[in-house]
């Protein structure tokens, strides 16, 4: 079972504790979403550089000139 570390900052006394079921299960749930929050931003960059490219050929211009363009 994973363990937390308490750190009584007055003392400076530390202690080594163990997970609850419900600890462990809420540290289990916030990776997950941290997992589908990043697979989420992951779509949503490509997306974008999907529309980014498909303005660009549009336009009829590269990347660079693109870049210079807003310089």
């Known amino acids: 079972m994973p363990h937390k ?3 009584d900052c007055s ?3 530390t202690t080594e ?12 749930a916030a990776q997950k979403a ?5 697979k989420a931003a992951e779509v949503v960059a490509k997306d974008r550089a999907v529309a ?4 660009l050929d549009k336009l009829g211009i590269t ?3 693109a870049a210079l363009l807003l310089s």
């Open 11 to 13: 003392t400076g006394e």
């Open 5 to 7: 570390i308490i750190v």
């Open 63 to 65: 990347a660079e000139e």
């Open 52 to 55: 980014k490219a498909a303005l």
């Open 34 to 38: 941290a997992e589908a929050d990043r």
């Open 17 to 28: 504790v163990e997970l609850t079921a419900e600890e462990v299960a809420d540290q289990v």
